[in-house]
């Protein structure tokens, strides 16, 4: 039988990574995170929007996940 009040905690947990896209950079060797919406900033200006870092994609799963935003 299936758990559904478990399975609508996992919903919404990964409710906050649907906006965030992540980029390995293998000449830096390090992971990025950032919003969807600035995905062409992120490839043409990076300076100008904010992003997450760090040297394994999950490191930044977890950050995401324990309440670290991207604004």
Known sequence: MINYKRNKMARKELEQFHDVLFHYNPYEDIW??????????Y????ANI???KGSSIK????AISH????D
């Open 59 to 62: 490191e930044l799963v977890s």
């Open 67 to 70: 309440g670290i935003t991207i």
């Open 43 to 46: 490839f043409s200006d990076r």
């Open 50 to 52: 904010n992003v997450l």
């Open 32 to 41: 990025y995170a950032f919003k969807r919406s600035d995905a062409n900033d």
